[in-house]
């Protein structure tokens, strides 16, 4: 035997001892063929060096190249056999990643393969789980709904169902699916993949559970309730941002067809009962069909209000106003309209609740007009005492003006102190009209500076104190001059009794949240704080002359023009009357429909 005799025999003996050991750790199948094939060639390998030893050329030539072929071919199939297990270990990574139950199961239905999460969810090892049988890994109660589904998958029907798995003291439910593994018309075995769906349905079942207590809660609201989808609304407020429109209110107020256009493209998904009983709708569908009816020029006011605060990104908007019912009826009533979260890209869904406030509004009328009533009747001691004072003088004058013997001076003097005591007559029998009877307001278009400049000529100013008068041209307001001309005049005239030995008079005015703000200021010696408690009741005065109405009725016309005062003060620094006016012009309203506020 020479020395490549001798290589090849111990070459032979090494690779038969490897490639034997090897297959049967393996367990052979499709990755122990390549170690089958070395075995059988380690093993022709002996038998070559067996025919060399007896001689025979002939064998020892033959089984020497069926060795080498052998051997080739061996690692050719253990070269496939890497790429294979490589293949197989990177699908086996990508099952155990997978958040599923895969799994092999063969005709016997026990398991041939399970991914990582089986042995997680049922606390056996692969190894333990790989021949088992499905009715001992799932139990007897989870196998009997499955059985059916495995044994229509073993004749080669597909299989999508779910049941229910016992889990210690719990029950998962599985969605499976089962897909045959076919190769000539007969059945391998069976692909399985199954999903834990119990966190899913709990879901779905706390969704449609939260929303039927939303549907009861809907539907048995007291309160009136829309659910409305704004979308084209956003749609139209974007398109219009984009066409360089920064002033939504005046663009409305000019164009009001695109304010009724936005109207109509607000859809109504669902109103509840006490919206059709407030409305006096039979239905949904007829409240859609009438809605315009519903609208007044206060309600147009408020649904501009809304368009601006949604294009402004607010999610949240509030307003009263009045409306009209189906039956013609008026309800003043507050709206709160909330985008719902989740829609506050699209608008989409939108809830509207509208309180009927019509009661409450007609109680507080009663009680403010029982209020005056009674503040007249406190009133008629002191109107009787300030009248009793210039009437004992008309009644002394008209008694003097009988003696013939009076100069033309002296009669002169007589009848200014007439005229001086009836026009004080005159303004207190006026002042207490304007509190307690009706307003009825003659609206008419003006600015900031036409009214300030209205109270200003009219009350005479001394030389110690210094005007300021820096209120703006803009923007138009729609007011009654004559009631905010008495307003300003009241208060410049306060301004200056405050002031008696000099200090500045400033009125100022600028545009804040769709108002206008106009502030009377002065240096005087501010207001004491029991005189601020009783600032607006009627009756209060610290003057001389005078019953104390001044100020109730510069509230009471400023409310009327929906309007707010207030005052700020600070003792020996001065005080600011402040007065805020909604911004409307004529174009707010058709000329028929222009406001006539009663009190």
Known sequence: ???????????????????????????????????????????????????????????????????????????????????????L???????????????????????????????????????????????EVLGDQAYQKTRPHIEAALRGERQSYEYELPHGKEIRHIKAAYVPDMEEGNVKGIFALEVDITEQMQAENALRNSEERYRRLFENSPISLWEEDYSEIKKYLDRLRSEGIKDLRKHFIEHPEDLTKCASVAK?????????????????????????????????????????????????????????TLRGEIKHVSLISTVIPGYEDTFGK??????DLTERKRMEEKL??????SAIGETAAMVGHDLRSPLQGINSATYLLRDQSLTKNARDELLQLIDENVARSNRIIADLLDYSGELHLALSETTPREIARSGLVAVKIPDTIRVQDQCQEQPKLLVDLDRMKRVFINLIQNAVDAMPTGGILAIRSKESNCCVEITVSDTGTGLAKEIQENLWRPLQTT?????????????????AHDG???VETKQNEGTTFTIRLPIKTAGTFRIDELPIITR
């Open 350 to 355: 939108v809830l509207i609740s509208i309180i």
């Open 564 to 566: 707010e005062i207030t």
């Open 89 to 135: 270990d990177r699908l086996r990574i990508l099952m155990n990643a997978l958040p599923a139950f895969i799994s092999y199961i063969d005709p016997e239905q026990r398991y041939l393969f399970t991914n990582k999460l089986y042995t997680i969810f049922f606390g056996q090892e692969i190894s333990q789980l790989r021949g088992a049988h499905v009715r």
């Open 543 to 559: 003057k001389a002359k005078g019953i104390g109405l001044g100020l109730p009725i510069c509230k009471r016309f400023v409310d």
């Open 1 to 87: 035997m020479d020395l490549l005799d001798t290589i090849r025999l111990l070459l032979a003996v090494g690779v038969t001892v490897y490639a034997f050991l090897t297959y049967h750790r393996v367990k052979g199948g499709t990755v122990g063929k390549p170690y089958a094939i070395l075995t059988a060639c380690g093993f022709v390998g002996i038998c070559a060096s067996a025919a060399d030893f007896l001689g025979s050329d002939i064998a020892h030539d033959l089984l020497g190249i069926i060795f080498y072929l052998l051997l080739f071919v061996g690692f050719m199939f253990l070269y496939k056999s890497d790429e294979l297990t490589q293949s």
């Open 268 to 324: 109504i998904l669902d109103v509840n009962r006490a919206t059709l009983v407030l409305y006096g709708a039979k239905s949904v569908e007829e409240l859609r069909g009438e809605l315009s009816k519903i609208f007044t020029p206060g309600s147009q006011d408020n649904f501009i209000d809304e368009l601006i605060a949604l294009s402004e990104g607010r999610a949240r908007f509030a307003g009263e106003f009045d409306n009209r």
């Open 368 to 373: 403010a007009k029982a209020e005056r009533l």
